[in-house]
């Protein structure tokens, strides 16, 4: 220990692989987000009894509409039967749930239960769980410039005196800190638009690993290997 980076305050992931575990299986896609799902539940629990305080997941990009229509209908669904089915160990574990991302064209069953839970938890501190649904990091800056824009106009400001604070006031995750690692699972290295303003000075973590694969020890390997990083942030 001593100089080490210690535990991150925030862990974002990328959960890539479901389809290609199913597909090694001979299983159909929508098994492997099933499988994904459990993964969700049990590195939300890893992540609470380690202490992280800010978990966030990429469940749904705003680039994913293009899929099958099953598909898209199949993970809509899971993420429906998530929120039910996890409000209570969401409220006995003192963990927020927070949405990043654009509600709007979030099929309405799915977006009410993500309004439902968000309002349940809304007070509670032992960790946020921040699903980030019809997300993408351009569209999140897009919808946060706009708003920012009519903020300055509301206040009758100049667009000189836009400020980085203030502009972050307009994001998605207004309030929270930013991600110090970013984890993404089954090979490919790229940040593929997830939180691409917060990022600016993440660790990123790779693991060849699928998510309905990732185990508690893959967890702790990531964790460790982050303990070690020499992190600089520009300086
Ligand atoms: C990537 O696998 C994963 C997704 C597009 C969605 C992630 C969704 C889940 C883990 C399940 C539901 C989420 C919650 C929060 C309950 P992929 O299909 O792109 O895999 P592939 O690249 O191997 O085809």
Redesign the pocket.
């Known amino acids: 220990m001593g100089s080490g980076n210690g535990l991150p305050v925030h862990i974002a992931f990328i959960?890539?692989?479901?389809?290609?575990?199913a597909e090694a299986k001979r299983l159909p896609?929508a098994m492997?987000?099933r499988a994904?799902?459990q993964?969700?539940r049990r590195v939300t629990a890893f992540a609470r009894r380690r202490g992280i305080p800010f978990l966030t997941?990429?469940?749904?990009?705003t680039e994913?509409w293009s899929r099958p229509r099953g598909e898209v209908d199949a993970?809509m669904e899971?993420?429906s039967a998530?929120l039910d089915d996890e409000l209570p160990t969401l409220l006995e574990n003192d963990i927020r749930l927070r949405m990043l991302g654009d509600p709007a064209a979030i099929p309405s069953a799915t977006r009410e239960r993500l309004a439902l839970v968000q309002e349940k938890t809304a007070g509670l501190k032992g960790m946020t769980l921040s699903?980030a649904v019809n997300y993408g990091g351009r569209d999140e800056i897009v919808r946060a410039a706009r708003r920012a824009a009519g903020g300055l106009a509301a206040a009758g400001r100049s667009p000189e005196s836009l400020d980085r604070e203030f502009f972050e006031s307009f994001l998605d995750t207004a309030g929270m800190p930013d991600p110090d690692l970013v984890i993404r699972t089954?090979g490919e290295k790229r940040l593929s638009n997830f939180l691409v303003w917060q990022s600016a000075y993440a660790e990123l973590y790779f693991t060849p690993r699928?998510?309905p694969d990732f185990s508690d020890a893959d967890f702790e390997a990531a964790l460790d290997e982050y303990e070690k990083r020499i992190r600089k942030f520009g300086s």
């Open positions: 959960m890539d692989g479901n389809g290609r575990w896609r492997g987000h994904g799902a993964t969700v997941l990429y469940a749904f990009s994913n993970l899971l993420l998530f699903l089954a699928t998510w």
